[in-house]
């Protein structure tokens, strides 16, 4: 099988929302009258972003959904998107797996694969997404990190910290019963972008970001693109946002310190952050449940810029809970 027999075999599918996609030299597509684009990339190397021995479904899921994470994190509608991929050789079983995570969460989302590039090379998925933000007289609706404010409220969807536990343990840096190392690890390899609650936040929402790389972290990106502060009481965080409970920390021999790193800097939660003013509370909660994604609220935005953190008896800590980054 060579690379156009691969393309038309596992990812050319007839046309839907696209004007004209795969098969030309561009793909064309029609943005809804009267709103902008939302455009995002996300690639994932192997041995940096996975595990050699990843399994393709869960993959193809995981590729397409830390994109479309972003465009969640904008309210963006999803339109379409673009794979390039090396491969170091084609197996069909694993395309065809590959293939079925992908296109089940692209069907979910109405989100069509418009075109690509195939290479040979060692393993690497590169997908952009298109989507699209009303913008009703030129004045675009989409959700940025630069729109908070003193005196906002600041939210988090879902729970946070699974995903790096599953990590910890299958970097047999620690050792979860098998329950528990399941769901965690369903969690790091198939998160589910907050579309929904995203789009729902258009109009209600200062400023927004998806966790990708640990609350501590992103919060701070925020903060600064707003050029605002908060304060944060780490303890009741770890209360609010944790998955897991105690008694799953302690069978799972994970110390109280350990616990707190997962969830302020453990990264890959794809869950949504975002701020809102204290008179949205309502219709934030009502949007929340409307989108079946609770949301909880960490603590305020303040003036004084930079994030400042608390311990559980209420006095400063240093901040050790940096978040990942390549190259550091
Ligand atoms: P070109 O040489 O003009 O860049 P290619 O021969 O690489 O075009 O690709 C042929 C067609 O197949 C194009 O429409 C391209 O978008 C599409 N395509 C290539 N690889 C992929 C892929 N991995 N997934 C989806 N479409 C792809
Ligand atoms: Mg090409």
């Known amino acids: 099988m060579g690379e156009f027999d691969l393309i038309e075999r596992f990812f050319k599918r007839a046309a839907r929302r696209a004007v004209l996609g795969?098969?030309?030299?561009?793909?064309?597509?029609?943005?809804?009258?009267?709103?902008?684009?939302?455009?995002?990339?996300?690639?994932?190397?192997?041995?940096?972003?996975?595990?050699?021995?990843?399994?393709?479904?869960?993959?193809?899921?995981?590729?397409?959904?830390?994109?479309?994470?972003?465009?969640?994190?904008?309210?963006?509608?999803?339109?379409?998107?673009?794979?390039?991929?090396?491969?170091?050789?084609?197996?069909?079983?694993?395309?065809?797996?590959?293939a079925e995570g992908l296109f089940t969460l692209a069907d979910s989302h109405g989100c069509e694969l418009i075109?690509?590039?195939?290479?040979?090379?060692?393993?690497?998925?590169?997908?952009?997404?298109?989507?699209?933000?009303?913008?009703?007289?030129?004045?675009?609706?989409?959700?940025?990190?630069?729109?908070?404010?003193?005196?906002?409220?600041i939210y988090v969807s879902g729970q946070l910290g699974d995903a790096r536990l599953a990590l910890e343990a299958m970097q047999g840096k620690l050792s979860l019963p098998?329950?528990?190392?399941?769901?965690?690890?369903?969690?790091?390899?198939?998160?589910?972008?907050?579309?929904?609650?995203?789009?729902?936040?258009?109009g209600l929402a200062s400023a927004a970001m998806d966790l990708s790389d640990g609350l501590v972290g992103d919060l701070g990106h925020l903060l600064k693109a707003s050029q605002v502060g908060a304060t944060l009481n780490t303890e009741a965080v770890l209360e609010?946002?944790?998955?897991?409970?105690?008694?799953?920390?302690?069978g799972a021999g994970v110390s109280h310190t350990q616990a707190l790193h997962?969830?302020?800097?453990?990264?890959?939660?794809?869950?949504?952050?975002?701020?809102?003013?204290?008179?949205?509370?309502?219709?934030?909660?009502?949007a929340a449940q409307r989108c079946a994604t609770p949301?909880?609220?960490?603590?305020?935005?303040e003036s004084q810029p930079g994030l400042r953190l608390l311990d559980a008896a209420g006095a400063p800590m240093p901040n050790h809970f940096a978040s990942f980054e390549h190259f550091a």
């Open 295 to 301: 949301v909880s609220c960490i603590g305020q935005i």
């Open 178 to 202: 098998p329950a528990l190392l399941q769901a965690t690890r369903q969690r790091l390899e198939e998160p589910s972008p907050r579309i929904a609650l995203g789009m729902a936040l258009r």
């Open 115 to 153: 075109g690509g590039d195939t290479t040979r090379g060692p393993l690497n998925i590169c997908i952009t997404v298109f989507g699209s933000v009303p913008a009703p007289a030129g004045q675009s609706q989409a959700l940025l990190r630069s729109g908070a404010h003193p005196g906002d409220d």
């Open 22 to 98: 795969i098969g030309d030299d561009c793909a064309l597509m029609q943005a809804p009258a009267g709103s902008h684009m939302a455009i995002s990339t996300d690639m994932l190397v192997q041995g940096r972003h996975f595990f050699a021995d990843v399994e393709p479904r869960t993959l193809g899921h995981k590729a397409l959904a830390v994109n479309l994470s972003d465009l969640a994190a904008c309210g963006a509608e999803p339109m379409g998107f673009t794979l390039a991929l090396a491969l170091p050789h084609i197996e069909e079983r694993w395309l065809a797996a590959f």
């Open 240 to 250: 609010r946002l944790c998955a897991r409970t105690h008694s799953d920390w302690a």
């Open 262 to 286: 997962c969830v302020l800097s453990g990264g890959d939660d794809y869950e949504l952050l975002f701020t809102a003013p204290p008179t949205a509370r309502s219709a934030i909660l009502a």
